[in-house]
């Protein structure tokens, strides 16, 4: 059985990685959601939610000793330090975890893509040590970017900009990237353009010795 092909799949807010991810899902690949595994890392029991609890005080528990992953944000947002703070405790683990999934069902022959939205930021990049084959980028022009992030997030313009303007901008990440999927269309387009990718370069990636 050849190895898998693992896709690392990121981009900015509003510009439709999760809707990539739920296509690439339902043409075979395996997801991996990177936001998903560190939300189960705040849940009590783990070693990640007694540091997060002991950095951040009670003002981010809830009345049954969970965390308040809203209140966390709401913490956490306007404030870099604390940020990075939040960043430090959670993405070692989080990368971890990533790490053996992807190898796991690589070796398995599974097709999987793994969903971070800050694969750049949290260091991801290097394929060789994550096992991604290639990274993709999804990005939208700027006003549809935008008109997302306020129908999504019930957000004025300006709160929406400063939102869209406090990650990695778009066009670094369209720099650093294997493949570019613009996102200004309909579903239905969007569904054909992955499709027509995943083709392509899954057959660009297939050795002989695989075929």
């Known amino acids: 059985m050849g190895k898998g092909f693992v896709i690392g799949l990121t981009g900015g807010l509003g510009t439709g990685k999760t809707t990539v991810a739920r296509i690439l899902q339902e ?16 849940l009590p029991g783990t070693e990640v939610y007694e540091q997060v609890k002991q950095a951040f005080g009670p003002e981010i528990m809830d009345a049954v000793g969970r965390i308040d992953r809203q209140a966390l944000g709401r913490i956490v947002f306007d404030d870099p330090e604390k940020r990075q703070r939040l960043n430090d405790l959670t993405h070692p683990a989080i990368i971890a975890l990533i790490k053996a999934k992807v190898q796991a069902l690589k070796q398995a022959g599974k097709d999987v893509v793994v969903e971070v939205p800050l694969l750049f930021e949290a260091g991801l990049e290097a394929k060789a040590e994550t096992g991604f084959d290639e990274i993709w980028v999804v990005a939208a022009s700027p006003a549809v970017q935008l008109a997302r992030v306020q129908a999504r997030d ?3 313009t300006e709160e929406a900009r400063r939102r869209i303007g406090a990650q990695m901008p778009l ?11 613009y996102n200004d ?13 995943l083709v392509a370069r899954k057959r660009a990636h297939i050795s002989p010795a695989d075929a």
């Open 154 to 156: 019930g957000l004025g």
């Open 185 to 197: 269309g309909t579903e239905l387009e969007l569904r054909e353009e992955v499709e027509q990718i």
């Open 27 to 42: 043409l075979g690949l395996t997801v991996i959601n990177a936001d998903q595994i560190g939300h189960q890392l705040l």
């Open 171 to 181: 066009r670094a990440k369209i720099a650093r990237a294997d493949v570019v999927i």
